[in-house]
């Protein structure tokens, strides 16, 4: 069971460009989240997704889009990326049954915006 | 606005000692206090969660201590290993809805 699969697993991009970050679970899990990691801010919530088909603004939405079309993926984009958008970017997903509250967390996707 | 405040930003352990890295919340309506374990080039992994019901919480060498009148909380290492070297992360939130926020994170090193 791989769990959850981020993709790329780094990206160097000039500001500006248009970039996609993958992710995919495989858990049948309900929701989906993006946080992102930066040094002395720990881990902030972008946007997350209780089930296919909605979506809600976490913490820091400002910037980033996300789609939720099926229950196993959970693309996050950045329209026009800025320098500050420069972190490590993690997807995690829950089962949101309410038993352990867990988070299961890809591997990360490190973004470097030029 | 900070609502998780996670203290030392790194602790360095000399092998068997205690490992304590304290986290202080400022929402009462929080019900749930788990932590993660972060290696180098990983994901987060939930270690240990406590629910406010409970003062203490002991797994192995792990123990959370629970303070809801202070509305602090700490991560006890016990016998700390060098295995036990990570980034470890305290968050709060509401139990059954995942979306936790997170402290800043203690980057935990033992030395032999």
């Known amino acids: 069971i791989a769990g959850i699969t981020q993709a790329p697993t780094s990206q160097i991009l000039a500001a500006g460009r248009r970039m996609t970050l993958r992710c995919t679970q495989d858990?049948?899990?309900?929701?989906m989240y993006w946080y992102r990691q930066d040094l002395g801010l720990g881990l902030r919530l972008i946007h997350y997704?209780?089930?296919?088909?909605?979506?809600g603004k976490g913490e820091v939405p400002d910037g980033y889009s996300v789609s939720r079309a099926n229950t196993d993926d959970f693309p996050l984009t950045l329209a026009s990326a800025v320098p500050s958008q420069t972190s490590v970017y993690f997807c995690?997903?829950?089962?949101?049954?309410?038993?352990?509250?867990?988070?299961?967390f890809g591997e990360g996707s490190r973004l470097t915006v030029l | 606005q900070q609502q998780v405040k996670q203290s030392p930003q790194s602790l360095i352990v000399q092998k068997g000692g205690i490992s304590i890295i304290n986290c202080a919340y400022e929402?009462?309506?929080?019900?749930?206090f788990p932590w993660y374990q972060q290696f180098p080039g990983k994901g987060p992994a939930l270690l240990i969660a406590?629910?406010?019901?409970?003062s203490e919480k002991k797994e192995g060498r792990f123990t959370i201590s629970f303070n809801k009148s202070a509305k602090q909380f700490s991560l006890h290492i016990m016998d700390s290993q060098p295995g036990d070297s990570a980034t470890y992360f305290c968050?709060?939130?509401?139990?059954?809805?995942?979306?936790?926020?997170f402290g800043t994170g203690t980057r935990l090193t033992i030395i032999p």
């Open positions: 968050a709060a939130g509401y139990f059954g809805n995942e979306k936790l926020t």
């Open positions: 997704s209780n089930t296919a088909g909605t979506t």
């Open positions: 406590i629910r406010p019901d409970v």
């Open positions: 858990m049948r899990h309900n929701a």
């Open positions: 995690a997903s829950s089962t949101l049954a309410g038993n352990t509250g867990e988070l299961f």
């Open positions: 929402n009462t309506a929080f019900d749930y």
